[in-house]
Structures are given as C-alpha cells and as structure tokens.
T-cell receptor, first 114, second 110 residues
Framework: NAGVTQTPKFQVLKTGQSMTLQCAQD?????MSWYRQDPGMGLRLIHY???????DQGEVPNGYNVSRSTTEDFPLRLLSAAPSQTSVYFC?????????????FGDGTRLSIL | DQQVKQNSPSLSVQEGRISILNCDYT??????FLWYKKYPAEGPTFLIS?????DKNEDGRFTVFLNKSAKHLSLHIVPSQPGDSAVYFC?????????FGAGTILRVKS
C-alpha cells in the first residue's frame, strides 16, 4: 500500500550543486505535481504533469526542471541549488487532470541549501 | 496575490468543544474545495471536500460549509480530540491546479 513515495527524506546541498528529488506512485494516477512548503506560505505549486510526456509550470517554477517519461515517476531536478530553495518538497498525485478527486501526497523531502 | 486565505495562523480549543477553521477565496472559478490535515514530518492527508454545487458536506466529526456568495468556507470539528492537533490547509481547485492557503495550526487541549 505504498501510494506516493518520495526519496530522499532529507538532503543537504551546497550552493551550486544539482540534485534530483524522486517521486513514484503506484496508483496509476494521470496527474502528478510538485509543491514546496515554506513557513507562512502554505504549499506552492512548482510543476505539474497531466500524463506521461506532458509537463507544465506552476506558480514557482524557476530553478526547477521536471520530466514525465512514465506514468509512475515524476522527478524534480534542481539545476544549481540556491539557499532560497531550502524548503520541504511534496509530491502529489490524483486520478485525472479534471477530476474532482483529492490529491494524495508523499511524506516530503526536507532540503537544506548551504 | 493570495487566492486562498486562512487568516488565523493558530487556534486553541478545549477537548470536547467545537473547532471552527475558516478559509476565504477570491477566484470565483474555483469549483472544488478541500481540507487537508498535516502532522509534523508527514505529508498532508485529505480530510474532506465539497463541490461548489453543495453548501455542506459531513463526514463523521468533520463538516465543511461553503458560502459561495461570501467566497468563504469553514471546517467544523465536533467534538474536538487531542489527536486532531495538526496543521489544517484549505485548498481550492478550478480546472487543473490546486491552490492552498497558508494553514492554521490547531491545538486541542485535554
């Protein structure tokens, strides 16, 4: 009963390093998304995907890349880490792009950029 | 420009009493509203939702009310329990994207 799995749970990077946050879901959901959570700001959408091969930008996409080569996986790449990207990152999925169904979230990756 | 606002950063309630969490939104295109609950070091978990065609949805101790004319929704928890202590996020959807409020920390005192 895995649901949405995120790895790693914690990571510390130096400014300028690159990294990929992994996200996988086993529910055959079409829609997947990445959020970041910062104090006092709720969850903000970084990128999302409505199916394999299709991605689009959310509210705060700068500094991040995504790809969706399979239905199951939706990795988030930090190209050149900056201290402003210190945050908790959540991946989520739901069955369809227009469906009124809730998103299921992973447990998050806590990322610190020094 | 915050489209979804939770104006109370925190709320403290006595066990057994009612907890009322509020949320306001500005975009009239939103047609689906959700509440998520989040414990420390875990991801948000879905609690309850409501479609814009309804004004109330109930699930056990949790009831969500929607006032479309006021662009306001609220979550009622009755009776409140210590295990309800968490951060509660209001979220709104219109089309593809889900927009979250900043969250309200609920503390239920025993």
């Amino acid at each position: 009963n895995a649901g949405v799995t995120q790895t790693p749970k914690f990571q510390v990077l130096k400014t300028g390093q690159s990294m990929t946050l992994q996200c996988a879901q086993d529910m055959n959901h079409e829609y997947m998304s990445w959020y970041r959570q910062d104090p006092g700001m709720g969850l903000r959408l970084i990128h999302y995907s409505v199916g394999a091969g299709i991605t689009d930008q959310g509210e705060v996409p700068n500094g991040y890349n995504v790809s969706r080569s399979t239905t199951e996986d939706f990795p988030l790449r930090l190209l050149s880490a900056a201290p402003s990207q210190t945050s908790v990152y959540f991946c989520a999925s739901r069955p369809g792009q227009g469906s009124n169904q809730p998103q299921h979230f992973g447990d998050g990756t806590r990322l610190s950029i020094l | 420009d915050q489209q979804v606002k939770q104006n109370s950063p925190s709320l403290s309630v006595q066990e057994g009493r009612i907890s009322i969490l509020n949320c306001d939104y500005t975009n009239s295109m939103f047609d689906y509203f959700l509440w998520y609950k989040k414990y420390p070091a875990e991801g948000p978990t879905f609690l309850i939702s409501i479609s814009s065609i309804k004004d109330k949805n109930e699930d056990g101790r949790f009831t969500v009310f929607l006032n479309k004319s006021a662009k306001h929704l609220s979550l009622h928890i009755v009776p409140s329990q210590p295990g309800d202590s968490a951060v509660y996020f209001c979220a709104a959807q219109g089309g593809i994207k889900l927009v979250f409020g900043a969250g309200t920390i609920l503390r239920v005192k025993s």
